[in-house]
């Protein structure tokens, strides 16, 4: 996650702000459900550079916008009413496409 709600400051701050200022990364919490979060610092890894970014220290709450696989689910219900019971079945796979550029310039 980019961002994050600070209690300290009782508003949304990003990664980066928290970066440049440590005594931020206290009372961080997920900006939909609310859980505990930490900061991980911009970091270099062999070649790269990993970016400043929050993470959960628990599961995130299913109605939450972060919480990965309930969001599959919504999206997978709203496709087919039964999908849901036909994967616990193991009667077909199902493949979420995720597109990432324009189509057409639309």
Not at 12 to 36: H, Q, T
Not at 45 to 65: G, L, M
Request: overall charge neutral; glycine content about 4%.
């Amino acid at each position: 996650m980019k961002k994050a709600f600070s209690e300290i400051l009782n508003k949304e701050v990003s990664a980066e702000e928290v970066n440049k200022n440590e005594s931020l990364k206290v009372g961080l919490k997920c900006r939909d459900c609310v859980i505990p979060m930490s900061h991980r610092r911009a970091h270099k890894w062999y070649e790269s550079v990993v970016t400043a970014c929050f993470v959960r220290q628990q599961e995130h709450i299913e109605s939450c916008q972060y919480y990965a696989v309930g969001q599959m689910g919504i999206l997978a219900r709203l496709s087919d009413d039964d999908v849901l019971s036909r994967l616990d079945k193991k009667n077909f796979i199902f493949r979420l496409t995720m597109i990432h550029d324009e189509l057409d310039g639309k």
